[in-house]
């Protein structure tokens, strides 16, 4: 009969003696399921194999989005704002390639061989370290305002008025002067310094040829730019890879012995910065899984540990990634630290089902009677846990920011898939163990024996301490600080800031502007002109903007040209007749003449368009060939890391209505404030979820509301404490570590399920459930802990704080856990003890 075998329990192991049969009528589903594991432990252990396999070549598919905007929901508009601007620029993204040299011809030599060699490639559309300017050197009478234009045809046609009346030539040899009737006898000055002066910066000079030099001539930069799109990683990779190859086959040091070169740009630090992100996932991955093992091994003093807790654990694992592949396609910069940070929360369950039937086993029991045990027992522990957790993260999904939904779906995923695999392929792996003898049962001490009945110690203490460090924390928490400064949680590369501030030399201007893509050009004027008025608005401390540049900025409007063209006209005529006079009256070596002539040839220009303009220029004023539109650049006259400040600039320009028609500015401080209260607003919303389903899913279960409110108890006061350490510590909330509170609020909960559940199962007995599974409860936090102390070395600032809020947090909470709370259980013992 199946149910007589199902009772029997001469499987157990070789070194069980044989127990009697239990009677038919106590055989339950469980027992069957237990029969059932032991006759098939080895197909379940292939069926573990075979989705372990599967899951992974779906897993390696996984991509990681680095870009912060993927944390925002779709839809949001300022995200949207910027993914239109580089959609229709491509980014205006290149790639800067650094020379330092101590003598700049030599840096030109070999910026032109290395220029010559990188345009052959078939990505690049322009490869200059210099610009030509020719073009605003002969046309720079176009950028002079016409009152300016029209002074110098006054002050031309007072001087040639003066000439006319008073001409002094020579007729074969003889001196020869005439002065009309009423004529002038003071010679007007013909001066134009102080209309030039107003003009030298904006003009190119008298060079044809603007270098990307320093000012100490000790570095120029190449500037690269590619075709399409930049912002694919594995374009930008496959660039910086082209770029290295060729400058080690250039030999710089052949040109020079002191040249260096170097990447950089916004291609270069993409990739750079995306290395560093699986730099950190990889190395704080290995310490911290290694950390993981070595404290597994230490608490249970056996190697074969990791091998019971790590096989059914590398399934949940592979299949949460699987699962996230398949639904959400990809990881963004919060998510990927769930590789390390789910590693330690799914070994829990594992920590737990050990622990439990190592304690059975070495009792005495056999080993149905240890399964049965952590099904019956420790599963409605784990199950709860499990219940409870899942739901806080699952409650994230409901937030619209996706730092928080995307973490709250595949931590909540990996916590039901770890908690399947753990209680299926556990169990198959701890048989098959048994049966080839490689599980050896504990010894059980008397020690041990005597310490089961003993109560547990310094109740008072503990809880007085506990009470004030409670009021301690209430007092300080609501004093919880924000962070307003973005650059304290950016991610930092030394290598990007080497040569960001090498870069600035260069090229000085802000990099944090904002743009405005505009289809027509009729609207780019009226659209400067709305913003020149919000510029000027603005006073002192409450400018936000510096400047606003357009396609004006370097091709003047039609119009305006029209009229200076008049005017610049005139002039040239003033000046040919000028030249005349002097043919006909001056000497034949009249230094007049050479002036007159070299200043014709600023004239007959005609109208320019931005079609006349260098390929660099026309790319930043009218972004790629393809997109048939107009570039509009504002300025902040500000650093936009300051909360304070971008909201200030963001305000400004947020919504520009001009022409008729509404335009919107694209900027990542725009996204960072929206960002931020959107977090604010979602955080709140999030814990408050959490709270909410956790409460529910204990009263459930426990049916009890006394009960409900007991099990919180070490949770709440956990959290309050971490919130009090935090203001005492200065540690700040910001968009990364905000997702560690309603993670906390629902891994934190765990501890008091299995404490309070074992301490049902034992009728009292606090210490020895402290001891017991409070040990445990201790190493299953310690093991999350590890796997969120992984984000500590990461090159973010941002995530490293998410590491240090957690592992604060899940320390309160278990500190909470294992005096305050079996203290209060102990003390209502007494209590009711006294009672009765």
Request: proline share 4%.
């Amino acid at each position: 009969m199946a149910e007589a075998g199902a009772a029997t329990v001469l499987e157990a192991g070789a070194d069980d003696p044989p127990k009697p049969r239990i009677p038919e009528k106590h055989v339950t589903f469980l027992d069957h399921w237990i029969s059932f594991l032991i006759a098939a432990y080895i197909p379940f252990l292939l069926v573990a194999g075979v989705l372990s396999y599967f899951s992974f070549e779906i897993a390696k598919g996984l991509k990681l989005d680095a870009n912060i905007t993927s944390l925002m929901p779709d839809g949001v508009p300022s995200v949207d704002n910027l993914k239109t601007v580089i959609d229709k620029t491509g980014g205006y993204n290149n790639a800067m390639i650094l020379v330092e040299s101590p003598d700049p011809e030599i840096a030109f030599r070999y910026l032109d061989d290395l220029g010559a060699r990188i345009r052959q490639e078939d990505w690049v559309t322009s490869a200059e370290y210099s610009e030509n300017t020719a073009i605003f050197e002969r046309n720079k009478l176009i950028y002079v305002d016409q009152e300016d234009l029209q002074e110098m045809d006054r002050r031309l046609a007072e001087r040639m008025e003066f000439e006319k009346k008073n001409l002094d030539f020579s007729v074969d040899g003889i001196p020869v002067e005439v002065t009309i009737r009423d004529a002038p006898r003071t010679r007007p000055a013909l001066e134009f310094e102080d209309i030039e002066s107003k003009y030298r910066r904006k003009q190119a000079g008298s060079s044809t040829t603007k270098l990307f030099t320093s000012e100490s001539k000790d570095l120029t930069i190449l500037v690269v730019f590619p075709q399409g799109g930049t912002t694919n990683v594995k374009y930008s990779r496959k660039i910086i890879r082209d770029l290295e190859a060729i400058i080690a086959e250039s030999d710089a040091q052949s040109y020079h012995p002191e040249l260096r070169v170097t990447i950089g740009g916004r291609i270069a630090n993409r990739v750079a910065s995306f290395d560093s992100i699986m730099s950190d996932v990889k190395d704080s991955g290995l310490w911290s899984i290694l950390a993981i093992f070595l404290v597994v091994v230490l608490f249970y003093r056996r190697l074969m540990a990791i091998f019971y807790i790590g096989l059914p654990l590398s399934v949940g694992f592979l299949l949460t990634f699987a699962l996230t592949k398949l639904v959400l396609g990809g990881l963004n910069l919060v998510t990927v630290f769930l590789v390390l940070i789910l590693f330690g929360l799914g070994i829990d369950f594992g920590i737990h089902n050990l622990a439990r039937y190592d304690e059975v086993r070495k009792s005495g029991a056999n080993m149905r009677t240890a399964l049965r045990t952590i099904y019956a027992k420790t599963g409605q522990a784990s199950l709860l846990a499990g219940i409870t957790t899942t739901c806080g993260f699952y409650s994230l999904m409901l937030t619209n920011f996706k730092a928080f939904s995307e973490f709250g779906f595949i931590a909540g995923s990996g916590i039901v898939l770890t908690l399947f695999t753990m209680y299926v392929f556990f169990p198959a792996l701890m048989i098959f163990a048994e049966k080839i003898r490689l599980y050896r049962p504990p010894r059980f001490s008397q020690i041990q024996k005597k310490l089961k009945t003993r109560p547990f110690p310094g109740v008072g203490p503990i809880m007085g301490l506990g009470t004030v460090f409670v009021f301690a924390a209430f007092y300080l928490a609501p004093n919880i600080q924000f962070e307003d400064d973005f650059g304290k949680i950016k991610t930092k590369v030394p290598e990007i800031s080497e040569t960001n501030d090498k870069i600035r030399k260069v090229f000085p201007l802000r990099t944090d502007k904002a743009m405005v893509f505009v289809e027509q050009l009729e609207d780019v004027a009226p659209l400067v002109d709305e913003l020149e008025k919000i510029r000027l608005s603005r006073s002192g401390d409450d400018v936000t903007i510096e400047k606003v540049k357009s396609i004006y900025s370097v091709v003047p409007k039609s119009e305006d040209q029209y009229e200076r063209l008049e005017a610049i006209d005139s002039i040239q005529q003033k000046l040919l007749e000028a030249r005349r006079l002097l043919n006909d009256f001056s000497t034949e070596n009249d230094p007049r003449k050479q002036d007159i002539e070299e200043a014709l040839q600023y004239f007959g220009v005609s109208p320019l368009t931005a079609q006349d303009l260098p390929t660099a220029v026309q790319r930043m004023y009218t972004g790629s060939p393809e997109s048939g539109g107009y570039l509009v650049y504002i300025y902040n006259s500000k650093g936009m890391s300051k909360l304070e400040n971008a909201e200030a600039f963001v305000n400004d320009i947020r919504e520009i209505e001009a022409n008729g028609k509404k335009f919107y500015p694209a900027t990542e401080a725009m996204i960072f404030v929206d960002m931020i209260n959107l977090m604010k607003q979602d955080a709140a919303r999030a814990i408050g979820v959490v709270l909410a389903s956790v409460f529910i899913v204990l009263l459930v279960a426990l049916r009890r509301l006394k009960h409900t409110i007991v099990v919180m108890v070490p949770v709440v006061i956990g959290m309050l404490w971490m919130l009090g350490l935090m203001v005492a510590l200065d540690i700040r909330l910001n968009i990364f570590n905000m997702v560690v509170l309603p993670t906390v609020l629902g891994i934190g909960i765990d501890n008091g399920i299995h404490i309070f559940h074992r301490y049902q199962e034992e009728g009292g007995r606090v210490f020895h459930v402290v001891r017991t599974t409070g040990g445990a409860a201790f190493l299953t936090t310690l093991t999350t802990m590890l796997g969120f102390a992984g984000t500590l070395t990461a090159s973010n600032q941002g995530l490293q704080s998410l590491g240090l809020v957690a592992c604060l947090g899940l320390t309160c909470c278990m500190v909470s856990s294992l005096t305050v709370f079996p203290a209060i259980l102990q003390w209502t013992d007494t209590v009711r003890n006294a009672r009765s």
